[in-house]
Nanobody, 122 residues
């Protein structure tokens, strides 16, 4: 059974940092892409960043480029999202997802985590 489990969310002041983790288990993800999406109340889920598990093909949403960094830890089968210079508009539930394509579209992903709340206060 495939599982994606996010952690690392919380409450932080504007300008602060958080690091989200997504622990993957249940299958081999070597050919997959791992993405982060977010959703805030009343808004559609939006793409944040994606990385191919095998390396390369890293993409970011314009709204987070230069502030967020996605990476993977092979030894721990984990994908990380380092978030710096956080803004109140980054407040959302952040979801980890896995799929065959390094896509910005959430419909391209087969597996999803349960989400972790990130709240940035002004």
């Amino acid at each position: 059974q495939v599982q994606l489990v996010e952690s690392g969310g919380g409450l932080v002041q504007a300008g602060g940092s958080l690091r989200l983790s997504c622990a993957a288990s249940g299958r081999t993800f070597s050919t997959y892409a791992m993405g982060w999406f977010r959703q805030s109340p009343g808004k559609e889920r939006e793409f944040v960043a994606v990385i191919r598990w095998s390396g390369g093909s890293i993409y970011y949403a314009d709204s987070v480029k230069g502030r967020f960094t996605i990476s993977r830890d092979y030894a721990k089968n984990t994908v990380l999202l380092q978030m710096n210079s956080l803004k109140p508009e980054d407040t959302a539930v952040y979801y980890c997802a896995a799929g065959p394509l390094a896509s910005t579209h959430d419909g391209s992903y087969d597996y999803w985590g349960q989400g972790t709340q990130v709240t940035v206060s002004s």
